[in-house]
């Protein structure tokens, strides 16, 4: 049997303490090469729970316009799944990681590219607690959840608005870490409300699923997580905006403080 | 003996599947029962039938060419597409997938498109079904394809330029899958290819193998028996799935898919993407992909802008997988030759993408069998293409 999840027991000590865990998301290597890992220590010390690392793809269906175009900046400047498995891999050897588990966020595309043993292998040594891709659900799953399971990384469901109870009992079956519920049917990028069913769909998730549910998309403020019983909150595209408008990460997270 | 029975739903061999977001998980189950319960019963398929014959112009015909079938020594055939209702075979699909959504209930027909010829088709066919239609296009595309645009526009269609990514066919994909996405309650995503999630690439397919059928029925008739080489240029593939599909349980048949090599020079940005192609996935499907090691899709080049897509039907890759249709490339200046020999010796001006399957024919006449019977799909006429045509010769003319 597995070892216990890092990333559920990152997310379990937040709502110990009364609060969604909070999970920010940044492609790799953004801004550039150099300042992302200064932003990803900030991120790390001014409290995010677990940090979501996106691995760029020149075909990111799911993603908005500010994702997207954050992630093909990255590809510009050099950004390969296999840089970041290095960089993560010489900071875990360094002892300089972050304290929070990481997780990458990623198309199927790429990661079936570098190998799925490779993948998991280099994973479980670069200290990644779970994998997010966003093009595969439950009937692609198989080769990719036998290739982390083995190696002790989460492969993290996504379930939507639209998703039945029948399909979150399917993904629930085997979900480690957390579940991660997109709030509106639609790809990333900050809205200004959530739409009205997320808080029913919030409660039949976290009556389904084993592990906490964490809601992302759209997420740009606290104020939106009011009177939703999210686990956690995952924010991109405001981060990004953030940091393009000339600010950082830590000046990102104080709002959520 | 090969059949495209798929062991599992949605894939043929190892190539297929639904690598798509959890949320248009249950637009694609919707969009399945609604083709296996709706699109099977006597009643739309004699509704389709008759739109085909009365709107679409179907069946079409099969033509001997009398001046280079001397020259050649062997019979080339050309199915003629190209006089199918708005110049190409788009229309047998977006007919198909039309009336479909009407029967869906569904008011909103979209579609991604390239060069525009499948935007027109679905323009076309929405104009006619009384269907809302919108159609996403690369922004590049929107302003190299103009005309096409005008006319999308003047069948009551909207048009989406899409500015993220390269501009091209293949974000016009991410764009209409986003849209999907969202607005899934009331559109139908009328995709243009053989490509994209189960169900589509069977979807198309079906819809496309008229095409072949007829040739069959046509075949019999006109000399007794199936041809020896049945020929079509293949970028997606929706021109040669069709054609291809009834004729792989028939071995004498040799089954030739022809992909565009661009300039043919090393390094060019080509869209031969089953010779030279790498499996992996893209836009919901596993397939052939033009990409980097590190599964980057690489942008495709093509003078036809039809042949212009870094991926193809998942199952054209396992047809060439399993050898049972071959797929050789044809490159610019050969499509080019090709082109004008088919103006000048038999009066057709055929599509850039169709030229490419005749030029494989001309090409590879030396090794064809005298007497043997050989039939292109002519999948589009070239109307659509005076411009590049008219482009190309200025450089050659400037280069000479």
Known sequence: MNAPSKLEAAIRAATAHGRPALIPFLPAGYPNKDRFWTELAALDAHGADVIEIGVPFSDPVADGPVVEAASLECLDAGVTLAWIMTELKARAAAGTAPKAPLVLMGYANPFLQYGLQALAADAASAGVAGIIIPDLPYEERGPFLEALSAAGVDLIPLIGLNTSPERMQLYARNARGFVYLVSVMGVTGERDTLPEPVKAQLAVARSLFPVPVALGFGISRPEQLKNLPADAAIFGSALIRHIKQGGDAAGFMARWQ | ?400
């Open chain 2, 1 to 400: 003996m090969t059949t495209s029975a798929p062991l599992r739903a949605g894939w043929f061999g190892e190539f297929g599947g639904q690598f798509v977001p959890e949320l248009l998980m249950p637009p694609l189950k919707e969009l399945e029962e609604a083709y296996a319960t709706i699109a099977a019963t006597p009643a739309f398929q004699a509704e389709l039938a008759e739109l085909l014959t009365d709107y679409v112009g179907r069946p079409t015909s099969i033509y001997l060419c009398r001046t280079l079938s001397k020259e050649l020594g062997f019979n080339l055939w050309l199915k003629r597409e190209d006089l199918a209702h708005t110049g190409a075979h788009k229309i047998n699909n977006t007919m198909g997938q039309a009336l479909l959504t009407k029967h869906m209930g569904k008011p909103v027909l979209m579609a991604e498109t390239g060069a525009g010829q499948h935007g027109v088709a679905t323009a076309t066919a929405a104009a006619m079904l009384g269907l809302k239609c919108l159609v996403f296009m690369g922004a590049t595309d929107v302003v190299r394809q103009a005309h096409n645009v005008r006319r999308m526009e003047l069948l009551g269609a909207t048009v989406h330029p899409v500015q993220s990514g390269t501009q091209t066919l293949k974000d016009a994909i991410n764009a209409a899958l986003r849209y999907w996405i969202a607005e899934q309650a009331t559109t139908h995503y009328c995709i243009g290819s053989v490509v994209g999630p189960h169900p589509f690439p069977i979807i198309v397919r079906d819809f496309q193998r008229c095409i072949g059928d007829e040739m069959r029925t046509q075949f019999r008739a006109k000399i007794g028996r199936l041809p020896d080489y049945v020929v079509a240029c293949c970028g997606g593939g929706s021109n040669a799935m069709g054609t291809f599909y009834p004729f792989i349980e028939d071995e004498g048949v040799q089954l030739v898919g022809v992909e565009a090599a661009g300039t043919g020079e090393p390094g060019c940005y080509h869209s031969a993407t089953l010779t030279q192609g790498s499996d992996g996935v893209l836009h919901g499907t596993r397939t052939k992909l033009l990409q980097t090691e590190d599964g980057q899709i690489m942008p495709s080049h093509s003078m036809a802008p039809g042949l212009d897509y870094p991926g193809v039907g998942p199952e054209h890759a396992w047809l060439h997988a399993t050898g049972r249709a071959r797929y050789e490339c044809v490159n610019d200046m050969q499509a080019m030759a090709a082109f004008n020999t088919l103006c000048r010796a038999e009066g057709i001006i055929p599509a850039l993408e169709s030229a490419h399957a005749v030029a494989w024919v001309l090409e590879n006449s030396a090794t064809l069998p005298k007497g043997c019977h050989v039939v292109v799909t002519l999948s589009g006429r070239g109307d659509k293409d005076l411009g590049i045509i008219q482009e190309l010769q200025e450089t050659q003319r400037k280069q000479a």
